[in-house]
């Protein structure tokens, strides 16, 4: 794959590395360093992916890795050097927003993997790197907190 | 809840545009060499003090079966009988300051690979092991809620409902680099909310800030945002500290990507921590290279651990068969073309090859397959994935290894997401 190519498909799913990286890091300026990492890391180890169909959940998979990299450097850690995101969030639908971060992060992942970025059961568990099993009783345990958490609004 | 796909990610909107001149900046920048030394990472103190000790098995007569866990989620896969006679333990220790790291149990059978490892905190009454990525915080153990976020130091603007808010918090310079705006901190302790250029007095709540519309708030002398909270697991009920920790391991030369992992804690403050990995067809190798790295974190410092090696033989010579449609390969919109099947005393590993037309509507996630035998009953597959290539689906699934093989296995054609069934096809099993 040349730069042309892997930037071409790094913009396809921009939107899908946006909301990931807002799905776990509350801080922007981790965001940007984190899907930043990824596409650096993306693009030096693209040659060895080795089927190109698996591109976006290769690419999702090594986001996860980075956001997961600065939560763990950012724990115990403040305060934290950012920028605030409340103008990003602009015209969003913020009870929703608040109910999937108030959830755990073993929760949350899959909730945004499957209904918001539309991935299947069997490729979260292989983004996540945990059991299909669990991918499935995660997500019924995050909606019913979801709901739970979406009817107290 | 019945959202579609937009109304869920409507909860994060779209890219702003400062992620999106980022991303543009850093792809056009990928063609530089030395450009990852150009970025800034977010950092964190490292402090290695390690210390190696190899420590006899304690404890593993306990767990010798723990490795085959991965396989036990979803529809069980069941190692046959003499399978945990293959498994290698006590295979290597690490520790430092804090914690010791012992790679309990592993097993290579040709394809796939398994490791049980164990980290426990060296002050087990002071420490509890815990990584939110992996395990649950249960409510009876963790203190779990929102906590609020500080605003960091510098300027910062955001346009809002009520008008452009502005935030000084302990300096006020904005310098322009090579790498884009940076905010500066000056360390002074001036902290200002302006609203449309005015000045305006900062609430001394949440509750007050969110009334007047405005972003943060003051207490205790610190600024926090008013409309952002995070969640977080804040400690243990038992008041124990919680130590942050990763995990990971791999196989040299990639032979195999490790791709599924789980962690359970433990009443003692430790974890027990299990990964799993399946290469595309039986490795031509006598052994692997394994390498297991961890490290912890206290008070935001990363401590890393030793890294452990070790080789691991193949426990045993698979059987290998391939199969080929016994009678019709056709179902609705689909045709089997070939599959082959491994077989050792861990697992099976199963590989299908098919066409596969997708329904004008619906079907957005394809097909996959339910493997049954002769008798009609299911035989469980495990993990896998698929892939299409030149218009073949490829379909790789680890599954319930057999004592005996079946003649015959039925291959049934299941829409992914809906109860619709293609078809059933029959196949026929030959010994490679």
């Known amino acids: 794959m040349n730069k042309q190519d892997f930037s071409r498909r790094v913009l396809a799913v921009e939107g899908r590395l946006y909301r990931i990286s807002c799905g776990m890091l509350q801080n922007h300026q981790d965001r940007l360093d984190a899907v930043q990492e990824a596409v650096v890391k993306g693009w030096a180890n693209v040659d060895r992916l080795r089927h190109e169909q698996y591109f976006e959940t290769w690419l999702t998979r090594i986001l996860i890795n980075e956001c997961h990299n600065i939560q763990n450097a950012r724990r115990n850690t403040v305060p934290l050097e950012a920028v605030p995101e409340q103008g990003a969030w602009e015209n969003t639908n913020k009870p929703l927003r608040d109910a999937i971060l108030a959830l755990e992060m073993n929760l949350r992942l899959p909730v945004i993997l499957c209904y918001m970025e539309g991935y299947r059961v069997r490729e979260i568990a292989q983004i996540l790197k945990i059991p299909e099993g669990t991918v499935k009783t995660r997500l019924a345990r995050a909606k019913k907190k979801l709901k739970l958490l979406l009817e107290e609004e | 809840m019945s959202m579609n796909r937009n109304d869920w990610q409507n909860a994060f909107g779209r890219p702003d545009d400062e992620f999106r001149l980022h991303l543009r900046q850093t792809l056009d920048g990928l063609e530089e060499k030395d450009m990852k030394k150009r970025y800034k990472i977010s950092t964190v103190l490292i402090a290695a003090v390690i210390m190696v000790a190899m420590l006899a098995g304690a404890g593993i007569a306990a767990s010798r079966l723990g490795v085959f866990r991965l396989l036990e989620y979803a529809d069980p896969i069941v190692p046959l009988q003499g399978a945990e006679e293959l498994v290698a333990t006590n295979l290597g220790t690490s520790e430092n300051e804090y914690a010791i790291l ?83 901190a000056d360390g002074g302790d001036v902290q200002k909310l302006l609203l449309d250029g005015e000045e305006i007095e900062i609430p001394s709540s949440r509750e007050e800030a969110l009334e007047k519309g405005l972003i943060v708030y003051r207490m205790d002398s610190e600024l926090y945002y008013a409309d952002f909270e995070e969640f977080q697991v804040l400690g243990r009920k038992d008041g124990r500290e919680l130590m942050g920790y990763d995990l990971s391991s791999s196989v040299q030369d990639n032979l195999i990507f490790m791709d599924m992992s789980d962690a359970q804690g433990q009443e003692d403050g430790g974890v027990i921590w299990w990964d799993s990995g399946v290469a595309d067809n039986v490795l031509d190798v006598d052994e692997i290279r394994m390498r297991v790295s961890a490290k912890v974190y206290i008070d935001g410092e990363e ?15 698979e059987r290998r068969y391939v199969f080929t449609p016994a009678g019709d390969a056709f179902g609705e919109r689909f045709e089997i073309l070939n599959g082959s099947m491994v077989c050792t005393k861990v697992r099976g590993y199963l590989k299908i090859d098919y066409r596969y037309q997708q329904a004008e509507a619906g079907e957005e996630m394809g097909i996959d397959f339910r493997i049954y035998d002769a008798d009609g009953q299911r035989i469980n597959t495990g993990s896998g994935s698929c892939h299409e ?14 004592a005996e ?27 490679e």
């Open chain 2, 405 to 431: 093989i079946p003649e015959t296995i039925f291959l049934e054609a299941k829409v992914i997401g809906e109860d619709k069934t293609l078809g059933r096809v029959e196949c026929k099993l030959i010994e």
């Open chain 2, 102 to 184: 012992t790679v309990e149990e592993a097993v290579f059978d040709g394809q796939g690979v398994l490791v049980k490892c164990r980290m426990t905190p060296k002050d087990n009454e002071g420490y509890v092991l815990f990584d939110d990525f992996m395990q649950d915080a249960s409510e009876d153990d963790y203190i779990r809620q929102s906590v609020p976020v500080k605003v960091p130091q510098g300027e910062q603007t955001s346009e809002t409902e009520k008008g452009v808010q502005t935030v000084i918090n302990g300096g006020e310079r904005v310098s322009e680099t090579e790498e884009g705006a940076q905010l500066i």
């Open chain 2, 303 to 317: 401590i890393p651990l030793d890294e452990i090696s070790f080789t691991l033989p193949k426990s045993e010579e």
């Open chain 2, 389 to 402: 290539e030149n218009g073949v689906y490829h379909w790789n699934m680890e599954m319930q290894s057999f």
